[in-house]
């Protein structure tokens, strides 16, 4: 199945200056989706911090009530992959509980003109269709944040910032506030661990250890 087929949208980007594949880490092949062996041999260096993202990793999300109380503490699993030639990276979420499960799809890419990482979030439970996001990289501090608009299943226009950093090569933890004017509320946290995918299969599959 083509990628325009699981996300129902197309992304049109235009390739700038490459870096060497030993100037990044580890390049899944666009072409074998599921393959971590296999590297890509080019990349374009304003896409570079993309690459940190591209790993099986275990998800463990905590919800937070209006008070900051935390509420819930669900598990799961996202995947990252390199797709459109290193243009864009796709990831595939899910959690779930003993109640409901939560699958989301999402497309990143960098916009040369706002020099600025824009991307779109699908998932099953949002009332008014995709999410469209705007982040920014800090290579100082191994931090995205991102900014997006949305809204509530009672219909009321909300801000979100989503500020996401990585601890270690193995390890990242994103935090969500929704915003309403100088006040942020932190709703949903979620820790972020490398995991290895299983040999022969590309499911979303973990070994432990």
């Known amino acids: 199945m083509s990628l325009r087929r ?25 072409g074998d989706e599921g393959d971590f062996q296999k590297r890509t041999t080019f990349i374009r260096t304003s896409m570079a911090p993309l690459d940190r993202y591209v790993a099986h990793w275990r998800v463990t999300e905590r919800h937070y009530n209006d008070k900051g109380e935390m509420v819930a503490t669900v598990k ?68 995205m944040v991102y900014r997006s608009n949305g809204t509530t299943k009672d219909g009321k226009e909300v801000e979100y910032l989503k500020v996401e950093k990585f601890a270690d090569e193995e390890n990242r933890t994103a935090t969500t506030y929704v915003v309403e004017g100088d006040v942020k509320r932190k709703v949903l946290e979620v820790h972020y ?3 290895e995918a299983c040999p022969g299969s590309t499911a979303i599959r973990v070994i432990d250890g």
């Not at 100037?23 to 899944?28: A, E, G, T």
């Not at 992959?81 to 003993?98: E, F, H, K, Q």
């Open 193 to 195: 661990k490398r995991a």
């Open 6 to 30: 699981k996300t129902g949208i197309g992304i049109a980007v235009v390739v700038f200056t490459v870096v060497t594949a030993h100037q990044v880490r580890s390049q899944l092949d666009p």
């Open 76 to 143: 799961g699993l996202e995947e990252i992959l390199w797709v459109l030639d290193t243009n864009a990276i796709y990831r595939r979420y899910n959690t779930s509980s003993d109640v409901s499960t939560y699958k989301a799809i999402g497309l990143l890419t960098f916009n040369n003109n706002s020099k600025s990482f824009r991307g779109v979030w699908f998932d099953n439970v949002s009332p008014t269709g995709p999410m469209n996001v705007d982040a920014k990289w800090d290579e100082s501090s191994l931090t």
